[in-house]
């Protein structure tokens, strides 16, 4: 098991930035991913980097503005949002998956999610 705990979520105007950060419980050499759902809709994939982080994927709408990446040191995984959207508002959450691969589903272990808000 490991538990994962998400931070950095708020209120933005909209062209601004913030920071996820998904802490681990416990260092494990899984896949990592973002994931999203705004209200009324599904859960949608952001994005995933494997471990060690050399290999990174993201959804076709958010390339070009999010970047993933880890520090496997301190068990964390950040998601840096950029150029924000008021359509990127939603719930985010960060999730691990014991097969390494940049998988889309299936991912073993997820956060609680922190809020999102891009005010237009």
């Known amino acids: 098991q490991v538990q994962l705990v998400e931070s950095g979520g708020g209120l933005v105007q909209a062209g601004g930035s913030l920071r996820l950060s998904c802490a681990a419980s416990r260092h494990a050499f899984y896949t990592m991913g973002w994931f999203r759902q705004a209200p009324g809709l599904g859960r949608e994939f952001v994005a995933a980097?494997?471990?060690?982080?050399?290999?990174?994927r993201y959804a076709d709408s958010v390339k070009g503005r999010f970047t993933i990446s880890r520090d496997n040191a301190k068990n964390t995984v950040y998601l840096q949002m950029n150029s924000l959207k008021p359509e990127d508002t939603a719930v985010y959450y960060c999730?691990?998956?014991?097969?390494?691969?940049?998988?889309?589903?299936?991912?073993?272990?997820w956060g609680q999610g922190t809020q999102v808000t891009v005010a237009s």
């Open positions: 980097i494997n471990w060690p982080g050399v290999s990174t």
């Open positions: 999730a691990a998956d014991r097969s390494n691969k940049l998988v889309l589903v299936g991912y073993d272990f």
